[in-house]
């Protein structure tokens, strides 16, 4: 089973190469968490292990941003609260783990915004 679904095949970097389910021989626990970009509709899903640091996570997903979304510099906003897509992005951390910074992380969904974005 692929870790990262997505429908894109137009990319030049190959999924399979990026797949994380075998860490050194290893597997994990793992959740899928929805990203969108803000002010589209464009979502993607990926699957990561809760017990990752925020750090952890943004190294992970930073080869499939740059596929899915097209964006080399990032943030990664909690979805769900008062005007989300402008709010402060999450603090990245290697301290912090997914599961400790948000409540449930089985229904977890976050926007992608582009960190040059200059908002109004």
Known sequence: MNSVQSNS???SNSRHELNPEFN??????S?????????TTNI???TVCPDWTTQQLVEFIKPYVAIDFELEQFDIVESGLPLSEL???IRISSNIKISEMFRNVN??????????????
């Open 9 to 11: 095949n137009s990319n």
């Open 24 to 29: 050194n021989g290893q597997y994990f626990n």
């Open 31 to 39: 959740v899928t968490i929805r990203f969108k970009k803000v002010f």
């Open 44 to 46: 993607k899903f990926y």
């Open 87 to 89: 709010a402060n992005p």
């Open 107 to 120: 229904q977890l969904c976050l926007y992608i915004r582009d960190r040059e974005r200059v908002i109004q």
